[in-house]
């Protein structure tokens, strides 16, 4: 095992694949001579030259228009959106097109691309913080991948790159310095494989991306106080593994979902029907949710800390639902 970064393991993926499989090429704004908006990228026009990390226009939907064709014709590309926010001007492209083709075409062609982009937050204001992993999640046709550690984004970025759908791939910009163990030897991890971070019996604790740290800081604290909280890391959002969410729930009796983003009409609400649908017997009280504030993020450091869900409200959630019923 290694330590490394997010950033260099989502690199590490990248650089792999690319060695692998010479159809496999990068473009996007930056991606080359800047290496990308996250550095990601960087140093992989040296290694790999212009043809194969593209440069691109200020233009999203050409970018992802590009890899929609070039995927049509035999090509794996992997499409980088500075900010998921900027892939709302790709949205047509990724769900009109990426996502329909193989059902347009009766399986005839395939469109085996990635589009990476970040979500997240950090003083960046209301049109560049949102975390918006619903709406693709929301479209059949793709899959929507949303790693939370280095691990998982090592592993799961290369699967992305072999699958022959369409992948939205997101990362978080509040996780690319943070480090942890990476294995040495070359892996794939399953698109479409919770992970069961931590196990408990008391209550079930579930989240992905950037939350599932909250999340498992959460569950450190509360074990304190006598409260063992299994967590569930999700990973993927579509496909969605809901079976270890609904095995744990129907052992601890109790649950609650943590979300980055806004908690009307989100992923946790789908999750949240789904543990009531599945799992009703089971529970002894509400499904509790965690999720931010539903406000256009302000750009004030102080007011944005407000917004965005941390342990705290982890925490006091679990309790809420560990002793209500």
Not at 68 to 80: F, L, N, R
Not at 93 to 109: C, P, R, S, V
Not at 234 to 256: H, W, Y
Request: proline content about 6%.
């Amino acid at each position: 095992m290694s330590v490394m970064t997010y950033r260099e393991a989502v690199a590490r993926g990248l650089r792999e694949e690319m060695r692998r499989d010479k159809n496999v090429y990068i473009l996007g704004e930056e991606v080359g001579v800047w290496g990308g908006a996250y550095a990601v990228t960087r140093g992989f026009l040296d290694e790999f030259g212009p043809e194969r990390v593209r440069d691109t226009p200020i233009a999203e939907m050409a970018i992802a228009g590009c890899a929609i064709g070039s995927a049509m014709m035999g090509m794996k590309p992997v499409a980088e959106l500075m900010t998921i926010n900027f892939a709302i001007l790709a949205l047509d492209q990724i769900g009109n097109h990426a996502a329909k083709l193989h059902h347009m075409f009766n399986g005839q062609i395939t469109c085996p691309i990635v589009v990476r982009t970040a979500a997240g937050w950090g003083q960046l204001a209301a049109t560049h913080s949102q975390s918006l992993e619903v709406w693709f999640a929301h479209l059949p046709g793709l899959k929507v991948v949303m790693p939370g550690t280095p691990a998982d984004a090592c592993g799961l970025i290369k699967a992305a790159i072999r699958d022959p759908d369409p992948v939205v791939f997101i990362e978080n910009s509040k996780l690319y310095n943070r480090k942890d163990e990476v294995p040495d030897a070359e892996y794939l991890l399953p698109i479409g494989k919770s992970d069961i971070k931590r196990r408990g019996r008391h209550i079930t604790l579930v989240s992905w991306g950037r939350m599932i740290h909250e999340t498992l800081d959460a569950a450190e604290q509360l074990k304190a106080e006598g409260v063992e909280a299994e967590v569930i890391d999700l990973r993927t959002l579509r496909p969605l593994d809901f079976e270890p969410v609904a095995a744990s729930v129907r052992k601890t009796n109790r649950a609650v979902i943590v979300e980055e983003g806004w908690l009307s009409f989100g992923v946790g609400a789908e999750l949240a029907a789904r543990i009531q649908e599945e799992c009703f017997d089971h529970l002894d009280a509400p499904v509790g949710r965690v999720a931010a504030l539903e406000v256009p993020l302000p750009y004030s450091k102080p007011l944005e800390a407000m917004c965005i869900p941390g342990a705290p409200q982890i925490i006091a959630a679990a309790k809420k639902t560990l002793y209500r019923g």
